[in-house]
């Protein structure tokens, strides 16, 4: 029996030194696994810091992107307006140069007219012998009294009742026989 129980004994050192080496294993594995487990969950935790950073500046991107959007819609908003009050003054500017340019073309048309008429009315050299024809008469003439026979009554005037004028009116005086020899004309 003690051999059976040497025997026995021997087995089961071998079997429970077998067991044994195998727990080992199975420690030493178990062991490994959870270093593995560690750096995966220190390397899940960075991936989660760095996500959580790279969404911070996702949403910051994001604002800054939408600032200057508005911005971007403000400046073409403003360079529209910019560019519709340029329209409209160049509009105004050329509407207002051709209503002058128009104005210029009718006046010049006028003028024209004008020219023309004067042209074909008496000739200036005419007018002025006989302008200068009356002057010699009027002082030639004696200082008679000088009446005109109208249905109206025009006063009677003689050169020498003109009265002297303060010098603030001088300007205004005009000798009234000349001035009833142009109305004849």
């Given at each position: 029996?003690?051999?059976?129980?040497?025997?026995?004994?021997?087995?089961?050192?071998?079997?429970?030194?077998?067991?044994?080496?195998?727990?080992?294993?199975?420690?030493?594995s178990?062991?490994?696994?959870?270093?593995?487990?560690?750096?995966?969950?220190?390397?899940?935790?960075?991936?989660?810091?760095?996500?959580?950073?790279?969404?911070?500046e996702?949403?910051?991107?994001?604002?800054?992107?939408?600032?200057?959007?508005?911005?971007?819609?403000?400046?073409?908003?403003?360079?529209?307006?910019?560019?519709?009050?340029?329209k409209?003054?160049?509009?105004?500017?050329?509407?207002?140069?051709?209503?002058?340019?128009?104005?210029?073309?009718?006046?010049?048309?006028?003028?024209?007219?004008?020219?023309?008429?004067?042209?074909?009315?008496?000739?200036?050299?005419?007018?002025?012998?006989?302008?200068?024809?009356?002057?010699?008469?009027?002082?030639?003439?004696?200082?008679?009294?000088?009446?005109?026979?109208?249905?109206?009554?025009?006063?009677?005037?003689?050169?020498?009742?003109?009265?002297?004028?303060?010098?603030?009116?001088?300007?205004?005086?005009?000798?009234?026989?000349?001035?009833?020899?142009?109305?004849?004309?």
């Open positions: 029996m003690d051999h059976i129980s040497k025997d026995n004994l021997h087995y089961l050192n071998k079997k429970l030194t077998k067991e044994n080496q195998s727990l080992s294993l199975l420690v030493y178990l062991q490994r696994q959870l270093q593995n487990a560690a750096v995966q969950i220190n390397y899940v935790q960075q991936l989660e810091q760095n996500l959580e950073l790279l969404q911070f996702l949403i910051q991107l994001k604002k800054d992107n939408q600032l200057y959007k508005n911005n971007y819609l403000q400046v073409t908003i403003s360079d529209q307006k910019k560019q519709k009050i340029r409209e003054i160049q509009i105004k500017q050329v509407n207002s140069f051709e209503v002058q340019t128009s104005k210029l073309m009718d006046l010049s048309k006028q003028t024209r007219k004008f020219q023309l008429i004067i042209k074909q009315s008496s000739p200036k050299g005419l007018t002025k012998k006989i302008y200068d024809n009356l002057i010699q008469k009027l002082q030639s003439t004696e200082e008679k009294p000088f009446q005109i026979k109208h249905k109206r009554r025009i006063p009677i005037f003689k050169a020498n009742k003109v009265k002297q004028l303060p010098n603030s009116q001088k300007s205004l005086v005009s000798i009234p026989i000349i001035s009833s020899i142009s109305s004849i004309k």
